[in-house]
């Protein structure tokens, strides 16, 4: 199945493909014919592999109607390193964990979307093909997400502009994802003592640009929310349980006990030179 989407991807590409979905009224509950707001959770990472603060990400809030595993892949041609899990493998991960939560309606999708500002418009134009008219996103991630997120670089319509010109262009865009496409940010934090002195300087530098933004285009402040998922679980990487696992050191403790299962049956992460 993971495959045959892949070819999709590879063969005029529309943009979003669901890979799994708990029941065919997806994102609708699985008892509701209807919604007038249907309200999803998405979280975008690279699963390689899943890890508990993945899982905690995934289950977080409970005034979801569904929620959305997403794998951003903007080049499926692209060399892996020899280390990686293939993308067939990350998404079966992802099925494995969406299906752990038995309980919270969650979907997994493969996305040809580099920027969260085209992420927002590409699944709202696709969900209301599948019927859903009114639709607010919230999009999970990390600090270093939210980093990217303020980050004009990321912007095309910021190239070969200096100062302010790069700030605006940002700016408009990310209007459009607050305000025009009525799309939030919830944003995983921790103590910030735990932080080495230049992440916590970064931090700071961040949260002061998303109170400027939000106060220049009269938004609310819950359009970017902080939550905290506990220090022990926000230092948990994925590149720290493929380290844990090729070097031999504990990893069982990092990931949910359906990627342990995973990761041992499909012998993942071994360094080959063991």
Not at 65 to 81: C, E, M
Request: aromatic fraction near 8%.
């Amino acid at each position: 199945m993971t495959s045959q989407v892949l070819r999709r991807l590879r063969n005029a590409f529309s943009g979003v493909e669901l890979v799994y979905i708990p029941h065919e009224r997806w994102p609708l509950p699985s008892n509701a014919t209807s919604a007038a707001v249907v309200r999803l959770s998405c979280l975008d990472s690279s699963f390689n592999p899943p890890t508990l603060a993945h899982e905690k990400l995934m289950q977080h809030g409970n005034t979801f109607d569904a929620r959305l595993l997403i794998l951003s892949v903007t080049n499926v041609d692209k060399t892996l390193k020899a280390s990686d899990a293939s993308y067939e493998q990350r998404l079966e991960m992802m099925v494995d964990l969406a299906k752990s939560a038995t309980d919270a309606n969650v979907a997994v999708a493969l996305m040809d979307e580099p920027t969260f500002v085209g992420k927002s418009r590409k699944l709202k134009a696709f969900l209301r093909e599948r019927g859903i008219q009114e639709l607010k996103l919230s999009f999970l991630m990390g600090f270093d997400t939210l980093v990217r997120l303020f980050a004009p670089r990321y912007y095309s319509d910021a190239a070969g502009q200096e100062g302010n010109g790069v700030k605006n262009a940002m700016y408009r865009a990310l209007h459009g994802f607050f305000a025009e496409d009525d799309s939030s940010v919830i944003c995983a934090s921790r103590d910030k003592s735990s932080y080495p002195a230049s992440n916590t300087d970064s931090e700071g530098l961040v949260e002061e640009q998303v109170g400027e933004f939000l106060s220049e285009y009269k938004l609310e402040a819950d359009k970017v929310q902080w939550i905290d998922i506990g220090q022990s679980i926000s230092e948990i990487s994925s590149s720290s349980v493929r380290d844990a696992v090729c070097e031999g050191r504990e990893w069982n403790t990092l990931v949910p006990e359906c990627i342990k299962r995973y990761i041992e049956n499909s012998g993942l992460y071994v360094s080959s030179t063991k």
